[in-house]
């Protein structure tokens, strides 16, 4: 029976260890100094390809040429750059006021559009809050509790043609990007 447990284990431990990859990253700190990277990122138990954006948004790995790792806290980052494990390219961003965390910038334009990623303290699970931020520099954040229709409308109050595209469209990440890219043009 203890033998089962220890097999169980040592499949679970080497499982669980295959769930941290190194990928190349471009690191700019808040005096515009660049450097080129590694890091150290979580990625999905199930689906290795897939980041745990908590993995890069408060503290990051470095690993170096030699092998060691050290933390740094992202108090000194401006910007992170990197391209994932599916090939996307992602940039985050420090905007926070304390500069205690990253967010990534989904769309770059009139209207930014961020995405704030944080562990929900009962479950462990990623809460993610989307942030606009328009060109008068009004920010509106959609949690939980607000939804991104009535946000997108009120940023979007002087072009009231989108009010009906807004309402119409089925609002995942593409959808949110065309009514943004809508809304920027004259």
Known sequence: MIKNFTVLFLLL????AGQKNVIDAQLMTFNNHTSQVKIKVVTNMFSPKLLNELSVNSR???VQENGKKFPITVVNVKELTFVDLQGAQRKFINISGDRRSLTELVYDGKIKWHRQFSRNAYDGSIIIDDIFINERNEKVTQGAFTGVKKQLAKLTESK???ITQIESTYLNKEGIIQILKKYEED
């Open 13 to 16: 431990s080497f499982f669980a």
């Open 160 to 162: 009231p043609e989108l």
């Open 60 to 62: 990051l790995l470095i």
